[in-house]
Antibody, heavy 117, light 107 residues
Framework: EVQLLESGGGLGQPGGSLRLSCAAS????????MSWVRQAPGKGLEWLSSINGDTTYYADSVKARFTISRDNSKNTLFLQLDSLRAEDTAFYYC????????????WGQGTLVTVSS | EIVMTQSPATLSVSPGERTTLSCRASQSVARNLAWYQQKPGQAPRLLIY???TRATGIPARFSGSGSGTEFTLTISSLQSEDFAVYYC??????????FGQGTKVEI
């Protein structure tokens, strides 16, 4: 069974940083494309970033501030959030892509990031 | 960036009814279109990919159609557990994806 467990959310300061983690199990993590998607409270889904092998992709809205990475030895996906803004307040989901794509066939339960002073 | 537009924003229906949700892309995405269902307090769930292929375990009452820029998700006979928000997502740009703003299906 595929399991994805996000952690690292919490209160962040405007201009500050947070690092989110996603522990994966139940599938071959190293050969899977992985993505981060966020959802502001009461709003829709926003694709943020994906990684396949060492190749990374970003939405224009976060390209200069967020960094996706992975540690295949630990089956863990990361998202580094820098220069935090109030509008980054959201649930952050990690998701597994099917067939190395961005068709997201498994999702974690999300971790909440709140940016406030 | 490809913009996905869903309509309507909210759909009020009764159990047992047939309902159709629409999704439009700002440029052609071929058949690289997925649909997701999200219930309150839960993560999204993949329903449809390739515009019309049901994901594993998805009931046959869910069907998708379309290509290019116009897509629809049809629920043939709405069940109580189908009341949720539905999102379309294009993946024509390989590992860059954009979602529509969602359609809420309510009683």
């Amino acid at each position: 069974e595929v399991q994805l467990l996000e952690s690292g959310g919490g209160l962040g300061q405007p201009g500050g940083s947070l690092r989110l983690s996603c522990a994966a199990s139940g599938f071959t993590f190293s050969s899977s494309a992985m993505s981060w998607v966020r959802q502001a409270p009461g709003k829709g889904l926003e694709w943020l970033s994906s990684i396949n092998g060492d190749t990374t992709y970003y939405a224009d809205s976060v390209k200069a501030r967020f960094t996706i990475s992975r540690d295949n030895s630990k089956n863990t996906l990361f998202l580094q959030l820098d220069s935090l803004r109030a509008e980054d307040t959201a649930f952050y989901y990690c998701a597994k892509g099917a067939w190395g794509s961005i068709v997201l066939d498994s999702w974690g339960q999300g971790t909440l990031v709140t940016v406030s002073s | 960036e490809i913009v996905m537009t869903q309509s309507p924003a909210t759909l009020s229906v009764s159990p047992g009814e047939r309902t159709t949700l629409s999704c439009r892309a700002s440029q052609s995405v071929a058949r690289n279109l997925a649909w997701y269902q999200q219930k309150p307090g839960q993560a999204p769930r993949l329903l449809i990919y390739g515009a019309s292929t049901r994901a594993t375990g998805i009931p046959a009452r869910f069907s998708g159609s379309g290509s290019g820029t116009e897509f629809t998700l049809t629920i043939s006979s709405l069940q109580s557990e189908d009341f949720a928000v539905y999102y379309c997502q294009q993946y024509n740009q390989w590992l860059r994806g954009t979602f529509g703003q969602g359609t809420k299906v309510e009683i």
